[in-house]
């Protein structure tokens, strides 16, 4: 392909264990891809860390894989987009890492978004019932940056003295790549409390929640401008041009939170009898978010939102997830006795060893009757907002063979659908109707993922024809600030292909409605035990 007369769009996806970047055409399909793993610390319990050096590196070795794969030449990429984890960044002055560990490494210079040390703050943050949390669901999460920040400014006085910017992760990739601190809407709406809809921070929240020295010089170090995304942020700078392998002054695209670019690269799907208001963007990966658009604001407690172009122009967006769900079928395997008896690729011979078993008269309803787990390993994101609550199971047999661990497998996929369906119902009864959902991701690849969320769900599930909808959203950012599209609307529709619709079985909906009773109950009780151990 090196020399031709088709520009190239690259994406970028910063996830919480790799970076993989992709490269597209101008009607979405890829014809270069790359991986590559990113470290992550665990200094203490709840804290989880990475260095903002070591995700550029890789970031850097994924673009040149995706480059070489491609045989693409600098000068055909015509635009570069960048989505990440919403994981909080530390730089001094000189643009340096300043520590956010308790061990002191600077190296150490990012929160993840699932570090979980914040929880005290956020409750504290939520008892101020300050006017801005009506727009993150009426409760902040540990997971957002200003619940973090308060946990720095008081734990590591000396990295908040030496901070000069704090990024969301998304912006540091664009700062690193341009030079520009400018910060992405999207970011700043849906981690930061910037308000939107009035293009604004709010001063006296900051005051409130004791964090008022962030408003100094106009927000310095948050972010004194805004940008929308998909527009150009600023040219590609010399220095991270040679470090890319890339034209210098390629045009760079204002950033999306991963899950968000998710939502942009799948939601317009063809083919689909469903209004894209009445469509669920579901990105399944470690975590797993969703994402509905609204033309007018509307409110769901323990969603997060509404947040006002944050995703699309002229729109509002609401937010729920799973903190838990590619991480909670990892951890259903690892916690089995029978994980040492299976190959390295678990999820495979699991799938292999399920469909032997139907094959000798096994059903779901059989293999799991009996089996019910709770995905809220590291709490409730949504609809609930309850980051106390924990995982559980019902059901547990002293078994150590394959076939009892396929049964966990088979009970997880269905716990996540579960906890997909309580969002779902949560967000009818304010009238966020959702007819059809939109899936991508890594789990979202297995057709037997798929099955159980429409049967669960009792809607269809639609794999859009490019699985890897992150990255072909940060390809659409890039074809919009490069001009290939005029808008990001424009680059959804020439972008994104139909692919396979997999609609519900009417006969398990039975069988789904009483293990999702199951399912409501264990929480229920889990919050029963909880105050029963407080006396």
Known sequence: MAGSAERLLL??????????????????????????PIRLWRPRPDHVEQSSENIWQSVRAAVAEAMNQAGAAPTDVAGLGFD???????LDANGRPVTVSVDGEDGQNVVVWMDHRAVADAAAINATAHPVLDFVGGAISPEMQTP?????????????????LWLDLPDYLTWRATGSDDRSLCTTVCKWTYLGHERRWDPEYFERIGLADLAADGFRRIGRRVRVPGECIAPL????????GLAPGTPVAASLID???????????????APLTRRLAVIAGTSACHLAVTAERRAVPGVWGPYFEALMPETWLLEAGISASGAFLDHVLQSHPARAQLPASAFAALEETLTALEGRGASESTLTRDLHLQPNLLGNRAPLADPSLTGGVAGWRLRDDVEDLARWYLAGLQALAYATRH?????AERGVEVDVLIVSGGSAASPRWRRIHADALGIPVVLPAEADGVLLGSAMLAATAAGVHGSLADAMTAMTGAGPVLTPDPAQRGFHDRKYRVYRQMIDDQRRYDAIMDG
Not at 13 to 24: E, I, P, Y
Not at 237 to 244: G, I, K
Not at 423 to 427: K, N, R, W, Y
């Open 84 to 90: 990440a984890t919403c994981s909080l960044v530390a």
């Open 11 to 36: 994406g970028v996806d910063v996830g919480t264990g790799s970076v993989r970047a992709g490269l597209f055409t101008a009607g979405g399909r890829q014809v270069g891809r790359g991986e590559h």
């Open 423 to 427: 969002i779902v119902e949560a967000m």
């Open 237 to 244: 700078a010399a220095d991270a041009a040679r470090d890319l």
């Open 259 to 273: 899950a968000h670019a998710g939502a942009l690269g799948t939601l317009a799907a063809p083919g689909i009898d």
């Open 148 to 164: 973090k920040l308060r946990w720095l400014k008081r734990e590591l006085p000396e990295t908040w003295r030496r901070t000069a």
